[in-house]
């Protein structure tokens, strides 16, 4: 079994930053495919945002590229989003999924809310 925990979600003004956690634990890490992060806003559907797979190569939302940066400390089990240039239209719950062991692996979510 693995389990997620997220941290580090908020309440922030408009042009601040958010830097998201996200703390595998449970199992090896040997066979995971990816770790991304996901959001959802009220009445919308889940989106990705960003991903990170085992290789190091990351993906980007169009909405996010050049703002968002995620990555991972291999050492303490933990993938990373650092957010920048906030945006109201950011404001959402922001969900850890974990690709391995043939399934995917979801977190509680974290608040991240951006007032204008």
């Known amino acids: 079994q693995v389990q997620l925990v997220e941290s580090g979600g908020g309440l922030v003004q408009a042009g601040g930053s958010l830097r998201l956690s996200c703390v595998a634990s449970?199992?090896?890490?040997?066979?995971?495919?990816?770790i991304g992060w996901y959001r959802q806003a009220p009445g919308k559907q889940r989106e990705l945002v960003a991903r990170?797979?085992?290789?190091?190569?990351?993906y980007y939302a169009d909405s996010v590229e050049g703002r968002f940066t995620i990555s991972r400390d291999k050492v303490k089990n933990t993938v990373y989003l650092q957010m920048n240039s906030l945006k109201p239209e950011d404001t959402a719950v922001y969900y850890c999924?974990?690709?391995?062991?043939?399934?995917?692996?979801w977190g509680q979510g974290t608040q991240v809310t951006v007032s204008s």
């Open positions: 449970g199992r090896s890490t040997f066979s995971i495919n990816a």
């Open positions: 999924d974990l690709e391995g062991y043939g399934r995917d692996y």
């Open positions: 990170i797979t085992s290789g190091g190569s990351t």
